[in-house]
């Protein structure tokens, strides 16, 4: 239930900063979220070959995720 329960959050999370990367024509993909608190996602679109996209992932996405799950430690990318 509470894995769930991150799940939700940290989906919504997500979900609030596509329409962002939606402009850019990128998108991202939730990929897992470890025992260890880390999220790994994999940008899709304009976003994979984006000069700035671990810049994006810092300030934009991670911020954001830890809005919704503050116990999230780090949102990692995979290639």
Do not use: H
């Amino acid at each position: 239930m509470q894995k769930e329960s991150l799940l939700n959050r940290v989906n919504k999370g997500l979900e609030s900063i596509r329409p962002f990367l939606a402009t850019d024509g990128g998108d991202l993909k939730l990929i897992k979220i470890t025992s260890e608190n880390i999220v790994f996602i994999q940008f899709e679109g304009a976003c994979r070959t984006c000069d700035v996209n671990q810049m994006t992932l810092k300030l934009g996405i991670e911020e954001s995720v830890k809005k919704y799950a503050p116990e999230i430690v780090s949102v990692e990318t995979i290639d």
